[in-house]
């Protein structure tokens, strides 16, 4: 099909050279022969009198037209998918799809786990691939080739509609045995004990903790570095160090890990954690329906929150034997 002189088949063949920068990929993305793929290169840059691609070794390098082109020729494509091929009644027990959702590790475990169970009883075929967040989640939003990021909103793009899920705080967590961690913890004291932080390689923002501590880093003793909040309390059993994470992902270690959780010393604001979907997905069935789950769980999570968070400390008894009290924190 034509218009306006051009063979719509192939912003199909660009958007897939966009995508897979590599011909050989690219064509398997779309089902063509390799000469069919290169027939439609040459069929492209003819009509838009631009060479779109060079080559740096066997990948494909964008011209400043290719580029240009890369956002409006994925928009286009996904509006035809989206609202003129999609005829069928949309039914989540026979939907077969995917979906890719950018998420942490404290996410996955204290809430998307739920979501997943909840989708395996309604929609059996439905199916997940979960990734960390990285710093090229707005341009995959913008291309409409990631279905959700689920991040702290305060780190979120502008330009996609986003949805808040559930406010989360930060704790301080140490191990039962810690007699350097206590109860309440002065700004001063917090700074200067042994830390197990995080550093998300290829994330595209600091942790949280880091974003409020960004005048103090320098006089923060850091002693081990981690790539997620999950790695931190094996670190900490039978250690005098602290660790900062969410206050869902510490209540969920405690339960099998002799840890104490004490509050923050100030300034440490709560953040909520939201979900963002591609602008292109905004009135599409698929996307409505997962939105809908995850802000039913969301809910259905806060409304069954657990106790107030309890500062846990071990003392030595007369015999010397180790006591554990429990106190609720204030």
Sequence with gaps: MRFKGLDLNLLVALDALIAERNLSSAARKINLSQPAMSAAVARLRSYFGDELFGMRGRELVLSSRAQGLAAPVREALMHIELSI??????????????FKIALSDFMTVVFFRNVVERVTREAPTVSFQLEAPTDEHEELLRRGEIDFVI?????MSST?????????????????TN???PRRLTFD?????????????GAPQTPVEQSILIDHAP?????????SFSMIPPLLVGTNRIGTMPLGLARHFQRTMPLQIVELPHPFPAFTEAVQWP?????????????????????????TQEP????????????????RSVSPLP
């Design 85 to 98: 091929m999609a005829r069928d009644a949309f039914d989540p027990a026979r939907l077969n799809r995917r």
């Design 151 to 155: 991040l702290p909103d305060l780190f």
């Design 160 to 176: 996609h509609p986003r949805a808040a899920l559930f406010e989360e705080r930060l704790v301080c967590v140490g191990c039962c």
């Design 179 to 181: 007699r350097e961690l």
């Design 189 to 201: 004291r917090y700074m200067s004990m042994g830390h197990v932080a995080v550093k998300h390689g």
């Design 219 to 227: 006089t923060r003793r850091t002693d081990i570095l981690v790539q």
């Design 279 to 303: 602008a292109l997905h905004n009135s599409a069935p698929e996307s409505l329906w997962m939105r809908d789950i995850l802000l039913q769980e969301a809910t259905r999570m806060a409304t």
């Design 308 to 323: 107030p968070v309890t500062s846990i400390s071990e003392e030595a008894d007369t015999a010397g034997h180790l006591v």
